[in-house]
């Protein structure tokens, strides 16, 4: 047991923190730092740079255009990207539906969605929850019935993020009704510009379009888009979730929101003494830190063991709990460290014709919308009530 | 020792509350938020003449109702519950009691201004610098002749871009952080030389950055003590704090309802989510934290008129409670919704919001447990 890097590990990130000093776009770097809502095109900008290097998709299999590296790699990777503050690949292409369709899809699946799903030629949303299935997903009520070589959906998905830019969705929908709940499922890619699908906002409290209402109204979709077997899409569920779950503790990212906390501190005063040598706000930083250690050495035992070619178990459900309490308390405490400049509110910054620059300091003006965005992480992905049942039924045996 | 609400008390919580139920309810409120004025004038007219709560706390010599800090209880806490934005506490908790407890010249005239719902009134005090030093100021006001020229800039005042009047503090003697030097002044908003930038705030307010650039005063713009304002500007605030507690009581019980009702009706496996011994334990926890808060608002608001050290630990230990209680109803309250807390459409989310930017108004509650440790501990942290 020992925690050094291997000296091809060092030079690996020496070779990946060049990449991304040289490779990153500026203009991306601009608008984050002014806190800009980032467009479409600024979420695909840095994936393609990426696609092209081959190093968008980390875990995939060289095979499918995977770049070989190992889980400590992978995690070297992450790391480099989260200090570096690089905008974050999307999740839906690439660790969900890509691993979905390289383990379950047939050859000619794999070749229409595969190279455009690393390219970002394909947006792709995850038609997941519905109004009456949240934390019970396999209470889903969305119908597919079977037309020759179409099935003919109808239903009603909601919370899908960011389905406004989608090319493709993958939906869970039932297509045995009389089965048990999740005997019934199947796992169908649905062009999302077919005919019968609309696509609704829902605004968040920050004040953010991120996540949407997915209307089906007799959409046709060909048999030949169903992934895997009819009625048993919930094998494909379950592998999503739990490559899902993994690498969402976040740790590299909360390092660095631990980095902009204390430098707000440094900044914020009472009577002249800086926050961050406040006794009670230093504390807090403390055992926030404390805490993501704890964190971090679970999720690299975690990593050691999947390296020992055990895949991914329920034990990410901790990693689930914990990573999203710390990034929520890193959101209250940067809140709490703005002081009076947590209060004004600017929606249209950013926006095109809205001129009004924020005000007080830089980093003031988006934690409150941020802290109230934040909130969704112990609900998403399977609610932390729903992980401490995971780990209560399939790690304890209760 | 008596812990029953007067006939008179009763009444103004009843019409209060029915104002809130028939004239306030969650559109109504989106539709003022999202308004140009951000508030509703006709409202204020409203509460003056026909409910005539402005004058609550306001003693009968000047128009008022007799009543005192247990009628701005009531008020706020029944405000709380709709998210009321009219401003009751900058003008009638605070703009009245400054002139209440501090007089001046203008005083008499400027509290039937208030009843009458024609003086509006929002409280300049933070500056950039200070966090929640009340004594941190670099707003000066120099002598002028028989008055006063006013220079700074005041951050994040609330209720400004309505108010016809500021309070406002400023240093007339001493250095930055000193206790002596602190003066209050009341403000026309339309004073020359006084510049403001409104801007929404998260909660659905409006505030304002406002600057002064050689703002003449009178000398009847004193409020209080030349150079001693500043025991007049914590007892005050305290008031404000005592307030605000209420107002947040009215919140966190609103979000605890809403918590249960949705937890009856919303189903997951085949049964309310409210039959989860996991969810009904952090409802009680919900529950316990409302209660608890209500307490606490009474004990401060009881003893708003005990010397200064007594009050100031009373509202300060109050301030802390209901802190802690807004953020654990507030999130649990999120939590239990579901995806559904997360949205803009329910009311709330924007109860949540409230109750955030309650957390840190007057001071956040690592301030108050450092104030109340100082004043309970002995040794001034």
Sequence with gaps: MNLDFSPEDVAFRAEVRAFIASAYPQSLRGKQDEGEELAKEDFLAWHRILAKKGWVAPAWPTEYGGPGWTSVQRYIWSEECALADTVPILPFGINMVGPVIYTFGTPEQKARFLPDTLSGDIWWCQGYSEPGAGSDLANLKTKAERDGDHYIVNGQKTWTTLAQHADWGFFLVRTDPAAKPQEGISFLLIDMKSPGVTVRPIITLGGEHEVNEVWLENVRVPVENRIFHENKGWTCAKFLLAHERSGIAGVARSKRGVDRIKSMARNEAQDGIPLLRDSFFKRKIAELEIDLLALEFTELRTLASENAGRGPGPESSLLKVKGTEIQQRITELALEAAGHYGMPYFRGFGAEGDNALPIGPDYAHRTAPTYFNVRKTSIYGGSNEIQRNIIAKMVLGL | ?381
């Design chain 2, 1 to 381: 020792m008596d812990f029953n609400f007067s006939d008179e008390q009763n009444m103004l919580r009843d019409t209060v509350a029915k104002f809130v139920q028939n004239q306030y309810d969650f559109d109504t409120r989106r539709k003022i938020t999202r308004s140009d004025s951000g508030w509703r004038a006709d409202y204020w007219k409203v509460m003056a003449e026909e409910l005539g709560i402005l004058g609550a706390p306001f003693a009968e010599d000047h128009g008022g109702l007799g009543g005192g800090a247990i009628d701005n209880m009531i008020v706020m806490e029944e405000f709380g519950k709709g998210l009321v934005i009219e401003p009751y506490l900058g003008t009638v908790v605070i703009g009245g009691g400054f002139l209440k407890h501090g007089g001046g010249q203008q005083a008499e005239s400027l509290i039937g201004s208030i009843i009458a719902g024609e003086a509006v009134f929002a409280f300049a005090y933070a500056e950039p610098q200070g966090r929640y030093n009340l004594a941190d100021l670099t707003t000066t006001a120099k002598k002028d002749g028989a008055g006063f020229v006013l220079n700074g800039r005041k951050a994040v005042v609330v209720g400004a871009p309505w108010a016809t009047h500021l309070v406002v503090s400023a240093r007339t003697s001493g250095a930055q952080r000193d206790a002596g030097g602190v003066t209050l002044f009341v403000v026309p908003a339309d004073a020359a030389g006084v510049t403001r930038r409104d801007y929404p705030t998260v909660d659905g307010l409006r505030a304002s950055e406002i600057q002064f650039d050689q703002v003449k005063l009178g000398a009847d713009a004193v409020i209080g003590e030349l150079d001693g304002g500043l025991p007049l500007l914590e007892r005050v605030t305290d008031e404000a704090i005592a307030a605000l507690c209420a107002e947040a009581t009215g919140v966190m019980r609103r979000m605890h309802e809403t918590t249960l009702d949705y937890a009856r009706q919303r189903k997951q496996f085949g049964a309310p989510i409210a039959s989860f011994q996991v969810l009904q334990h952090r409802m009680v926890d919900m529950f316990m934290n409302v209660e608890q808060a209500v307490s606490m608002t009474y004990m401060a608001t009881l003893k708003l008129g005990d010397p200064a050290a007594e009050r100031m630990k009373a509202v300060s230990a109050a301030k802390v409670q209901i802190g802690k209680g807004c953020k654990f109803v507030g999130q649990s309250a999120i939590q239990i919704h579901g995806g559904m807390g997360m949205t803009d459409e329910l009311a709330v989310g924007h109860y949540f919001k409230r109750a955030t930017m309650i957390e840190g108004l007057f001071g956040s509650v690592d301030h108050h447990l450092r104030r109340y440790e100082g004043l309970s501990l002995g040794e001034a942290a």
